[in-house]
Each structure stands twice: as structure tokens, then as C-alpha cells.
């Protein structure tokens, strides 16, 4: 009876060895790298995976290494256990070894009619189970192996990916950090600063608020229209439409890798501020014909306003009165060699600098990089107690400005500080320009000098307004213009570049090297060599308006 039970433990040992190794292990083997494999098959370029979840409202698909890769060393994973779990349950336990453990034939199910032929095939079903179960062990465990090796890859691809986009992210943000670029809207109830616009696709227009490296791709983005938008500002991603995050408004082309300079022209009621930006905007362009300095329109809408400005001029000799409440900057794009900013030009209202509460809610203060501040001494009303009889009538014939500019100055300085903080306030440029110079040399009192213009305006009563210059601000220059000689019909190109020196000098002092565009002595601004009156003796002062 032993040796019975001995042959039949060897048959059975025999049996197991051969289902697993000639049958069952590479029928499993087989079968786990096919599902594996058919897991990894390449999809439909442009289709959903609903195995991927959204992402908010961003209309481009995730990059393949930050999520899908996973995904699908995950789904390759299980597809091939699953195959193996499915196939010993189902056919070989379910199938083959229940029929062969009930005498039927493995293949057919049928039942054997002779009583040994059942007798044999359930002395090999125990093997059988065994070589079935043992080929699924072996072939999950070499599996295992094939599929930690892709695991580590996978990871170390990660890796890499994630090492590229920090690069690319850190190469955009150190070129944005040397050329102190610091993205902020331009527009009334905004001027918020940014870290990233909006960029519009080119293709199907839209808006991309996360077009950097990272989730969504290192070097481009796939948009959901199918069209490839470069990622990286190196790369040309700054060419694309784009928009501010916050209030949806359209910014000017290259607002991304260019300096923004940020200047505010701040004066009162009919000092003549819109007249001297008109002015400026006209020397800026004058400027370019004998030197490197290029100008050019940020936007379409910064070109009608200026060409509006113009019109008015020309038509009526005076612009009319700057409205609304907070202002749009005109945006310009300046390049002097291969340096560039994009200059914002704030004009306000004068009645914004009429009270504290009015001047707090002129934000873009906060943003300044140097002020221009229009001064009419005409309105100072010490100045106009010393004017004779004969000229307190040219004085009040060219509309003096309303408030005075020491009242203006001491309002916009006080929430300057509270806006920009007060060390910061005492590292902006000033440039202190008097306007409506051609009344001015009219009046012998008043007359202005060769050299000298900030020690000309102590003498003539405005003593505190310089010492309170000197104290608050380090670093400042005085200039003397006509606007009316440098705007309308006939204007004088001198006194156009004259114009734009201010502004160039607060350029100058961001790095713009344009020194040479500007008058040799630094205190005292340009020549005040003298300048032709109306042109019809009963027309003001068109910088008045």
C-alpha cells in the first residue's frame, strides 16, 4: 500500500513540474506582457482620459510625465496581475482542474465513460491544480520584477521632468529678477501686481492663466484645440496676447520680459500736466532721429490717445480737461540699445490731490518709479502777492492751477509714504518741472534764469516747497518748459526734447542708459534760453487748459 501511495505522490510531483514549466508559467508569463503592454498602447492624440481628472477651468491637457505616466505604470501594473488572477481562477481552477477532479475530459467538459480513464485524469488533477497555481506564482513574481524596474524608471523620469521645469522655471525667474521685471496692471481699479498674465491661444483664443513651466508641460502646453503654446519666456511665450489675471483687461505685447517704469506726472488743476505729457510723449519720439533712443506705442489704444491728444492741439490749441477718475497709464515701449522698459505714464486728475482720502485711492502711486511734479508758481499765492497790477493780469490770463503746489506737494507726499513706504519715497527720483515758462519770461518778475531753477523758485517765495525737496527726496532735478512751444503747429523741436528730458532722466536713473539725451549740469536743468509767447497775443497758455 505504500509504494501505491508513493507512485502516486511522484505522478502527482511529475505533473505539477510539467503544467508549470512547459505550459502554465509561460501561458502566464505570455499573458501578463500582453495585458501589460496593451495597458501602455498609445491613444488617440487630442481625446479625453477620463482617468485623468480636470484641473479647473485651464484648457490644456496635463503633461504626460506629471500624472498620465503614472497613471499608466499603474494601470499596466494591475492589468497584469489581473490577467493572471482571471486566468488560473477562471480557467484553470473554474475550468481544467474542477473537470479533471470530476472526471470529465479538461478541453470538452464531457464525462469519460470507462471508470480508469476517470480514475487517471483525477490523479492528475491535483498536479495539475498545483502546476497551475505554481506557474501563476512564478510568472507574478518574475512580473513583479519587470514591474519595479518600470516603477524605478518611471520615477527617476519624474525626477528628471521635475528638475527640468524647476530649471526653466528658475532660468525665467532669475531673467526676471536681473532685469527687475515686476508685472502690474495698467488699468484704473486694477493696478495689481501679477506674477503671470493671462495668455491667450493663438489658435483658439483661449485664456491660459498657468502658461509656465510645470503641470501642464515643461517647455510647451498642448491647448485643448490641439495647437502646441510655447511655455517659457526665453522661448517666446511674452508674444502672445495676454490679459491681467485680475481683471481681464488686454495688456501690451512684452509686458512679461520687459523693466516697467512706472511714472506718475502729478500736479494741479490746470497746471498743465496732460499739456507736458503730450509733450513728452512728442520729445520721446523727437529723441529717436539722432540717437538710438526707440519709441514706440505699447497698444493701439495708446496711439489713439495720443493721436487724439494731437488733433485737439492742432485744432484747438488746448487739450481738454483730464476726466474721470483714476487714470490709464499710456504705455510705451522705450528701447536705447539693447536695453528696453516699457514706461507707464500716469496723468491724473488735479482734484485727485485735493484731500488725503482722494490721493489714498490713487494706487498705482504704490508702483512708482520716480514722480514728475508740475509746478505752477503762478498759483502759489505768495507769488502772486508780488506780481504788479499789469502782471497779476498775464497771471491770472493763464489760468493758474488749482490748488497751489505747495498744497498739491504736501498732500501727494504724505500718502506717498503711507502707499510706497517712506524709505522708498526717499529713493525716488523727482523731477520738479515748471510749467508755462512763456507766461513766465513775460513777466520781469518771474523771468526764468539761464541756470539755477531750483534756487530761483526759493527766491521768488517758494523757499518751503525746496526745503521740503531736499529733505524728503535725495535725488531730484529741476526743469523750466513751455508745452505750448513744444506741442501744436509749429512746435519747437528743442523744446520738445527739453520736454522729454524728465522723463528720460527718471529712465536714466532705472538703468537706461540715455545720459547723453540729456542737458550737461545736473542742478540745473536744461537752458532756459528764451521761448516764443502766443502765437496770438489774446490766446493763453495752451498748457493751461
Excluded at 76 to 92: C, F, M
Amino acid at each position: 500500500m505504500g509504494w501505491l501511495i508513493t507512485a502516486v505522490v511522484w505522478l502527482t510531483i511529475a505533473v505539477w513540474a510539467a503544467v508549470c514549466l512547459f505550459r502554465a508559467f509561460w501561458e502566464f508569463l505570455a499573458l501578463a506582457l500582453g495585458a501589460s503592454t496593451q495597458a501602455l498602447r498609445p491613444r488617440t492624440p487630442g481625446t479625453p482620459d477620463r482617468r485623468i481628472p480636470s484641473v479647473g477651468s485651464e484648457p490644456a491637457q496635463r503633461a504626460y510625465w506629471s500624472q498620465l505616466m503614472w497613471v499608466d505604470t499603474s494601470t499596466s501594473t494591475r492589468a497584469a496581475a489581473s490577467a493572471v488572477r482571471h486566468r488560473l481562477l477562471g480557467r484553470w481552477m473554474a475550468v481544467t482542474a474542477r473537470r479533471m477532479f470530476t472526471g470529465q475530459q479538461p478541453s470538452t467538459g464531457y464525462r469519460f465513460d470507462h471508470w480508469i480513464a476517470r480514475f487517471v485524469v483525477r490523479l492528475l488533477a491535483t498536479g495539475t491544480a498545483l502546476g497551475a497555481i505554481t506557474g501563476a506564482l512564478l510568472a507574478s513574481a518574475v512580473m513583479a520584477l519587470v514591474h519595479l524596474v518600470m516603477w524605478l524608471l518611471v520615477g527617476l523620469v519624474w525626477l528628471v521632468a521635475v528638475a527640468g521645469v524647476g530649471a526653466l522655471c528658475g532660468a525665467d525667474r532669475s531673467v526676471a529678477l536681473v532685469r527687475r521685471v515686476r508685472m502690474k496692471c495698467p488699468y484704473p481699479g486694477c493696478y495689481r501686481a501679477f506674477p503671470l498674465a493671462v495668455h491667450r491661444c493663438p489658435g483658439c483664443g483661449a485664456a491660459h492663466r498657468e502658461l509656465r513651466p510645470g503641470r501642464f508641460g515643461a517647455l510647451w502646453h498642448l491647448c485643448s484645440c490641439g495647437r502646441r503654446i510655447t511655455a517659457v519666456s526665453l522661448a517666446g511665450r511674452d508674444r502672445l496676447a495676454v490679459e491681467c489675471p485680475h481683471c481681464d483687461r488686454s495688456l501690451p505685447a512684452g509686458i512679461g520680459r520687459l523693466r516697467i517704469v512706472h511714472v506718475p506726472v502729478i500736479g494741479g488743476t490746470s497746471s498743465g500736466k496732460t499739456m507736458l505729457m503730450a509733450a513728452a510723449v512728442t520729445g520721446l519720439h523727437a529723441s529717436t532721429g539722432h540717437s538710438p533712443l526707440k519709441v514706440e506705442f505699447a497698444t493701439d489704444d495708446d496711439r489713439r490717445d495720443v493721436v487724439d491728444l494731437d488733433g485737439q492741439l492742432k485744432h484747438g490749441g488746448w487739450v481738454r480737461k483730464t476726466q474721470g477718475g483714476q487714470p490709464r497709464a499710456l504705455m510705451l515701449r522705450i528701447s536705447h540699445r539693447r536695453r528696453h522698459r516699457l514706461l507707464y505714464l500716469y496723468d491724473p486728475m488735479g482734484e485727485s490731490f485735493y484731500d488725503v482720502d482722494s490721493t489714498r485711492r490713487q494706487e498705482y502711486l504704490a508702483h512708482a518709479d520716480g514722480v514728475v511734479l508740475v509746478v505752477d508758481v503762478l498759483a502759489d499765492p505768495q507769488v502772486r502777492r508780488s506780481l504788479p497790477a499789469a502782471d497779476e493780469e498775464l497771471a491770472r490770463e493763464a489760468g493758474p492751477a488749482e490748488p497751489g503746489p505747495w498744497q498739491t506737494y504736501q498732500t501727494f507726499t504724505g500718502e506717498l509714504s503711507a502707499l510706497a513706504g517712506r524709505r522708498r519715497r526717499g529713493r525716488l527720483p523727482l523731477a520738479v518741472v515748471v510749467t508755462k515758462r512763456d507766461v513766465l519770461d513775460r513777466i520781469e518778475h518771474l523771468r526764468v534764469p539761464a541756470t539755477g531753477v531750483g534756487p530761483w523758485l526759493a527766491t521768488i517765495g517758494l523757499d518751503p516747497l525746496v526745503r521740503d525737496l531736499g529733505h524728503r527726496f535725495r535725488t531730484r532735478r529741476y526743469w523750466a518748459l513751455s508745452a505750448y512751444a513744444a506741442t501744436g503747429t509749429g512746435p519747437l523741436v528743442s523744446e520738445q526734447r527739453r520736454s522729454a528730458e524728465p522723463v528720460l532722466w527718471i529712465l536714466a536713473r532705472t538703468g537706461l542708459r540715455v545720459g547723453k539725451l540729456l542737458s550737461e549740469d545736473p542742478a540745473a536743468g536744461p537752458p532756459a534760453a528764451s521761448v516764443p509767447g502766443p502765437r496770438d497775443a489774446p490766446v493763453q497758455d495752451r498748457s493751461t487748459r
